[in-house]
């Protein structure tokens, strides 16, 4: 994407270009066609933090309790994501999911995910084991596991670049290099300059809370940053036909360890979700992008959920021995046969999900949400699933913008 000036004035002005900022820009176009919208990215590029960096699935929409917002914009979601990408030439991998019980007592897990799915609408099938070898010959389940037709794969890279080139056909301007600052009243300050807007949303990710915080909104909310990092097959290591997935803890807004294939047929196991000490920790052995208020404030959120949430403590617990590649292979080879040490050698490039967190109520938000007024929306918890969800979730933010 190359750099534009960034204008004097917008009428609309987002910050951040991963793919919630990018789908929101999209629907507003569609709503207001002559509008000048710019998004504003701190970066080179768009999409190159969770968005361009996520796992790829397109989730069906089944682990959500029927009053969330997951559960109502995953499986619409899921559908309208993937007619897009036929439509703009983005490759999608139809491989769909099998979810397996590690033993007889995670059957129980099973059935509240079968329950979920008939109360949301999402197609998902109870299998026998037989029926689950056939679909992936190589799987461990324990008497039966769950079949989801509608997950699929695609690069989220491959997403990114075709949205941002759909933008700029829109008359959308993306000014890359662009790192929103601060703000006063009409006025929003970047790096490149001041522009004079009319309103603003914020889709800045990791960013969100300190940003929301500034225009008066979230103020108990902090965003902590979870890592996830991905161990990918090696080329002689056996294909996998689908996505295999245990039981989650459905306490926690993880989905452990897996295996993903990936858009072009390559499996990987992952992602992990280790607490960090500051959003951008990409590089734990360098203190590359953190502030002495960042790692502060990050740290304390953590060391508090740590002392309340047995959940957190549970997870946090299990995440430590996964940084160790043999511990991770062996942990994901309770669901498919035949992993041998060597099948997954290379660790891929890591995402960070950017989690928010209640410091009032001291525990983990689950759903997604956003806040705001007739001058400016923040989004502030656009965790996994909103990749599949952003077609539909920008609707649902535009229409609050639209009722503010
Ligand atoms: C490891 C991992 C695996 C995942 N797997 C899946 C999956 O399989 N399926 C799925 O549906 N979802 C998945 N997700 C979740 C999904 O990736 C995210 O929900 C989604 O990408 C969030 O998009 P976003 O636009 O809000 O955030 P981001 O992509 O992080 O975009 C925010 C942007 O804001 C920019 N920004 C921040 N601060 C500023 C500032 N001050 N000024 C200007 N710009 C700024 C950032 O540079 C960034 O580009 C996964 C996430 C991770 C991390």
């Known amino acids: 994407v190359g750099s534009p000036p960034l204008p004097p004035s917008a009428d609309v002005v987002i910050v951040g270009g991963g793919i919630v900022g990018l789908t929101i820009a999209l629907e507003l176009r569609h709503r207001r066609p002559t509008a000048s919208i710019v998004v504003i990215e701190k970066e080179h590029a768009v999409g190159m933090h969770a968005s361009g960096r996520n ?3 397109l ?4 682990y959500y309790t029927a009053d969330s917002l997951k559960a109502k914009l995953t499986r619409d979601g899921n559908r309208r994501l993937a ?6 030439g983005v490759p999608l991998r ?3 999911k099998l979810v397996v019980a590690r033993d007889a007592s995670e059957h129980a897990g099973l059935d509240l995910l079968l329950e979920r799915a008939a109360l949301n609408g999402v197609p998902l099938e109870a299998v026998d084991e037989a029926d689950a070898r056939r679909i992936e010959p190589r799987i461990r389940t324990a008497g039966r596991a769950l079949w989801s037709p509608t997950t699929a794969a695609v690069d989220p890279g491959a997403v990114m670049r075709a949205m ?3 933008a700029q056909r829109r008359a959308i301007t993306l000014a890359v290099n662009t790192r929103w600052l601060s703000h006063a009243p009409g006025l929003v300050r970047t790096l490149a300059g001041t522009v004079a807007a009319g309103y603003v949303v914020n889709a800045a990710g990791l960013h969100a809370d300190r940003i929301a915080h500034a225009y008066g909104f979230g103020a108990n909310l902090r965003i902590l940053p979870f890592r996830g990092t991905y161990l990918y097959a090696s080329p002689d290591a056996p294909e996998l036909r689908t996505h295999v997935y245990p039981v989650p803890d459905l306490d926690m807004p993880f989905l452990g360890v897996h295996f993903t294939v990936t858009a072009d047929g390559t499996s990987k196991i992952g992602p992990t979700a280790f607490p960090l000490p500051w959003r951008e920790a990409y590089d734990l052995t360098s203190l590359s992008g953190a502030s002495t208020r960042d790692v502060v404030e990050t740290v304390a959120s953590s060391l508090a959920l740590f002392a309340d949430d047995p959940s957190f403590r549970r997870h946090a617990a299990t995440e430590l021995p996964k940084l160790r590649r043999s511990h991770l292979v062996k942990h994901a080879a309770e669901l498919i046969e035949g992993v041998g040490p060597d099948d997954y050698l290379r660790w891929g490039r890591p995402g960070i999900r950017a989690q928010l967190y209640d410091a009032a109520k001291r525990r983990l938000v689950m759903d997604f949400r956003f806040e705001g007024d ?4 923040h989004v502030l ?5 909103a990749f599949t969800c952003s077609l539909a979730f920008a609707e649902l933010v535009v229409n609050a913008i639209d009722a503010a």
């Open 164 to 166: 941002a080139v759909q």
């Open 374 to 377: 007739d001058r400016s929306m």
């Open 94 to 96: 139809r491989c769909g």
């Open 59 to 62: 989730h069906a929409g089944f």
């Open 55 to 57: 796992s790829g699935v």
């Open 381 to 385: 918890n656009a965790v996994s699933p």
């Open 83 to 88: 007619a897009w990408c036929d439509e703009h």
